[in-house]
């Protein structure tokens, strides 16, 4: 799999948009991004996935750069909730496994 | 419905036991994983099922044992495990090992090793 480079960690006010940069210049043209997160205590969640177009669903949006080489999760209001560590994972086309990187710990403020 | 149930929830065991972590699915997924997580680190790739075959395993001690039964359940049998050991154990599922499918985790089980 790619190696994914994140920012240790991020603030953020809440009811702004939190934006988290991934860095993945090595991907390979079948390679998809993922991005989990976790909560503390808790399963990984699934937030949202692509290949090379920007995707949007009901909880954020990714933007995955022209180049593929880097892409930003989006989390156009954040709430209190959405304090968590933050995973960016490019999996290989023909192998889903997923191997976790260091991630981002976002907090977000009152 | 996209949930992976584990059980138990927590785990306490001595180091001459033998025990068992569950897992279940009801979403039809075929592959199924574990993955170990130690505090303050990310999940770690333990196990792969595919098909109710093992595909992958990441060098892990052999005092971890998973086993497929059927298509819906995963376990992991413990046995002689070491304090260090002690972690969360997540188990996950997605509908094959092809790309572009979801991974979907649950909530773990919290291991001790006493």
């Known amino acids: 799999d790619a190696k994914t480079t994140q920012p240790t960690s991020m603030d953020c006010a809440e009811g702004r948009a939190a934006n988290l940069p991934c860095n993945h210049s090595?991907?390979?043209?079948?390679?998809?991004v993922y991005w989990y997160r976790q909560i503390h205590s808790q399963g990984p969640q699934y937030i949202i996935h692509?290949?090379?177009n920007n995707e949007t669903n009901e909880m954020a949006s990714l933007i995955i750069t022209e180049d593929r080489k880097s892409s930003t999760l989006i989390l156009p209001h954040a709430t209190l909730r959405d304090t968590a560590v933050y995973y960016c994972i490019v999996r290989l086309g023909n192998n889903n496994d997923m191997r976790f990187g260091a991630g981002t710990r976002l907090t977000v403020k009152p | 419905d996209t949930e992976v149930t584990q059980t138990p929830k927590h785990l306490v065991m001595g180091m001459t036991n033998k025990k068992s972590l569950k897992c279940e699915q009801h979403?039809?997924?075929?592959?199924m994983y574990w993955y170990k997580q130690k505090a303050k680190k990310p999940p770690e790739l333990m196990f792969v099922y595919s098909y109710e075959k093992l595909s992958i395993n990441e060098s892990v001690p052999s005092r971890f044992s998973p086993e497929c039964p059927n298509s819906s359940l995963l376990n992991l049998h413990l046995h002689a495990l070491q304090p260090e050991d002690s972690a969360l154990y997540l188990c996950?599922?997605?509908?094959?090992?092809?790309?572009?499918?979801?991974?979907?985790f649950g909530e773990g089980s919290w291991l001790t090793v006493v």
């Open positions: 996950a599922s997605s509908p094959d090992r092809l790309s572009g499918n979801t991974i979907y």
């Open positions: 692509g290949l090379k």
């Open positions: 979403m039809g997924h075929r592959a």
């Open positions: 090595t991907i390979s043209g079948n390679e998809y």
